[in-house]
């Protein structure tokens, strides 16, 4: 994947800007019920509840493949995958950091490969993997503006 040198400027550029983010106990508090809220309703399989945490313009990126979800249809379509492909899967949280930047979780993940994912059709096998997720936070909209996703779990294992 290319990045032009405008688009590394602007990326250093964000990553100063949270960097410099002060931290104020409210917004504390407010990301922390707004992580709660997200988690509960992805337990719940509450698509609404999880919309409800997101910025309009959010995006969701799937970092190893460089597949993103744009907005919320773009994060509804990926829930809705997921929540089809693993309808049993289970997040277990491993570790978790709160901030003005937003959130950072770890979570051991497990669940049955039923439906498809990635474009692979479904297998049946009971799968484990880990995930390290990062919720950015937007400060002005005080919602999350998306998940960057990395996973253990290797989208060609499914496809043999």
Same mark, same amino acid.
């Given at each position: 994947?290319?990045? &032009?040198? &405008?688009?590394? =400027?602007?990326?250093? +550029?964000?990553? @100063?800007?949270?960097? %410099?983010?002060?931290?104020?106990? #409210?917004?504390?508090?407010?990301?922390?019920?707004?992580?709660?809220?997200?988690?509960?309703? #992805?337990? /719940?399989?509450?698509? /609404?509840? =999880?919309? &409800?945490?997101?910025?309009?313009?959010?995006?969701?990126? @799937?970092?190893?493949?460089?597949?993103?979800?744009?907005?919320?249809?773009?994060?509804?379509?990926?829930?809705?995958?997921?929540?089809?492909?693993?309808? !049993?899967?289970?997040?277990? =949280?491993? /570790?978790?950091v709160c901030g003005p930047q937003?959130?950072?979780?770890?979570?051991?993940?497990?669940?049955t490969h039923k439906g498809t994912? @990635?474009? =692979?059709?479904?297998? !049946?096998? /009971?799968?484990?993997?880990?995930?390290?997720?990062?919720?950015?936070?937007?400060? +002005?909209? %005080?919602?999350?503006?998306?998940?960057?996703?990395?996973?253990?779990?290797?989208a060609r294992e499914l496809d043999?």
């Amino acid at each position: 994947m290319s990045t &032009s040198k &405008s688009g590394i =400027l602007r990326q250093k +550029e964000a990553v @100063l800007e949270q960097y %410099k983010r002060k931290i104020d106990v #409210e917004e504390y508090h407010i990301i922390r019920e707004e992580y709660k809220i997200h988690s509960i309703a #992805e337990d /719940n399989r509450d698509i /609404n509840g =999880l919309m &409800s945490t997101l910025t309009d313009d959010c995006e969701y990126i @799937l970092v190893q493949t460089g597949q993103s979800w744009k907005g919320k249809v773009g994060a509804t379509r990926f829930y809705m995958e997921l929540l089809t492909a693993f309808p !049993d899967i289970d997040f277990q =949280l491993q /570790n978790f950091v709160c901030g003005p930047q937003g959130v950072y979780e770890e979570a051991h993940v497990t669940a049955t490969h039923k439906g498809t994912w @990635l474009g =692979l059709a479904p297998t !049946d096998k /009971n799968l484990e993997w880990d995930v390290a997720i990062f919720f950015p936070w937007d400060p +002005e909209k %005080k919602k999350f503006s998306g998940e960057r996703i990395f996973t253990t779990l290797d989208a060609r294992e499914l496809d043999k």
